[in-house]
């Protein structure tokens, strides 16, 4: 199977994992990875040393390309770009910021670069800047999110730019995959379906969470503080949305926000924040990584009756037509 980002990315299939703070580690990158997709180590607000042992475990676990994801917002970012450069992983993912200081450095050790973007205004300044390919990032999905939906996102992106652009947001199965081809990307992150998977050491308190939601289930905090985040409704956000409300609460927020994520992950799932898509609700299953990837490719081409290959071959033409 072939697209631009198979090639680009050196992969088999076009399905990259989303980066999922405190989750995504060396067992479920390189999971991911070995199955024919991209792994991506989250690095979020990790020690460096944390993230040298998770390259190098995934590194031991598949010899093929693993990902590492930056947020640019984290005091440690700098350092962080250095040593990912020195790790020479073949894939960097970005959000929450710009990538442009790090780039050349980047390149120059061979690491292609893939920013994640909530509009077509950032997709074009990251395509000047020289990124490789771009992940449009819809609102429908978990964690930081912006305002635009998939549906919209994606096509005005592929529009916009000629590098290569992976939909995001809202995909959990080849239907998914299949519309997202459709709007014209020539490939698919996920997270949330990720996940439930055996590889994937989130505690048991969490996956019980996803597999249980309903379509309903997630909500959005911090819109007022500038820092949206989609995550499954329970206590916690519920006390969130609450104090939102009330501008003398701001510090009381802060206080709560601290640590939300990592509670939630090592199974406090009532005073936690669960990061989680809408599509949450099509999670049902445990499965393992590869089990996914392989669904989803086998789902996405019966629905078009062709091969993704040739999904992608029309969504370039029509995006060098454009």
Known sequence: ???????????????????????????????????????????????????????????????????????LMDPNAEALASLLAELRVEVITTGAGSPSPFIEMWKQA??????????????????????????????????????????????????AVSIPVIGAGGIADGRGMAAAFALGAEGVQCGTRFLTVEECTVSEAYKEKILHAK?????????????????LKNKFARKVRRLETDPAAADELEQMYLGSLRRAVEGDVEDGTIMAG?????????????????????????????????????????????
Not at 1 to 27: C, F, H, K, N, Y
Not at 278 to 305: N, W, Y
């Open 1 to 71: 199977m072939r697209t631009r980002i198979t090639e680009l990315l050196g992969i088999e299939v076009p399905i990259i994992q989303g980066a999922m703070a405190r989750i995504a580690d060396a067992s479920l990158a390189s999971a991911v990875s070995e199955a024919g997709g991209l792994g991506i180590i989250a690095c979020g607000g990790a020690p460096l040393d944390w993230v040298r042992s998770q390259v190098e475990e995934a590194r031991r676990r598949t010899n093929k390309p693993i990902g590492a994801n930056v947020m």
């Open 110 to 159: 061979g690491i292609k670069v893939v920013p994640v973007v909530a509009s077509t205004a950032l997709a074009r300044r990251m395509e000047r800047l020289g990124a490789d390919a771009v992940v449009a990032e819809g609102t429908e999905s978990g964690g930081h999110v912006g305002e635009l939906t998939t549906m919209a996102l994606i096509p005005a992106v592929c529009e």
């Open 215 to 231: 379509d309903a289930d997630t909500v959005v905090t911090g819109r007022g503080s500038g820092h949206p985040v989609r995550c």
């Open 278 to 322: 809408q599509v949450a609700a099509l999670v049902s299953q445990r499965k393992t990584a590869a089990e996914v990837i392989e669904h989803m490719v086998f789902q996405a081409e019966g629905i078009c009756g062709r091969s993704l290959e040739q999904m992608a071959a029309d969504s370039a033409a029509r995006s060098t037509l454009a």
